[in-house]
C-alpha cells in the first residue's frame, strides 16, 4: 500500500486546511486508518483515527471539536479537516494506515503544517 499525503502548508491561527491522504496499491487489505504528527524535537502522536468503513472515529483531546477525519472508499482517500488552527498544531503530519497483510502497516511521506501566530 502507498500513502500520499497533501494539503499542508502555511497558515495564520484560527484558519483552516485540509489534508488528503490517498492510497493506492494493495488497497483492499486496508483496514483502520489514521492521522499523526511530529513536531521538532517531539515524538510522533497520534491525532486522529477511523475504522475502515468510517464508522468508528477517536481524536486526540488536543483536536476534540478542531479537527475532523474522514474517509472516501470511492477515491481510496482520507481527509483531516483541520479548523481553529493553533500555533502548536505545527508539525508535520502523516497518514497511516492498518491493513491485513505484511507489513501489516504503512505510512506516508508526510506533509508539514505550519501555524503562524
Known amino acids: 500500500v502507498l500513502l500520499v499525503e497533501s494539503g499542508g502548508g502555511l497558515v495564520q491561527a484560527g484558519g483552516s486546511l485540509r489534508l488528503s491522504c490517498a492510497a493506492s496499491g494493495s488497497t483492499f487489505s486496508i483496514n483502520a486508518m489514521g492521522w499523526y504528527r511530529q513536531a521538532p524535537g517531539k515524538q510522533r502522536e497520534l491525532v486522529a483515527t477511523l475504522t475502515s468503513r468510517g464508522s468508528s472515529t477517536n481524536y486526540a483531546d488536543f483536536v476534540k471539536g478542531r479537527f475532523t477525519i474522514s474517509r472516501d472508499n470511492g477515491k481510496n482517500t482520507m481527509y483531516l479537516q483541520m479548523n481553529s488552527l493553533k500555533p502548536e498544531d505545527t508539525a508535520v503530519y502523516y497518514c497511516?494506515?492498518?491493513?491485513?497483510?505484511?507489513?501489516?502497516?504503512?505510512w506516508g511521506q508526510g506533509t508539514q503544517v505550519t501555524v503562524s501566530s
Open positions: 497511516n494506515a492498518l491493513i491485513t497483510i505484511r507489513p501489516f502497516s504503512a
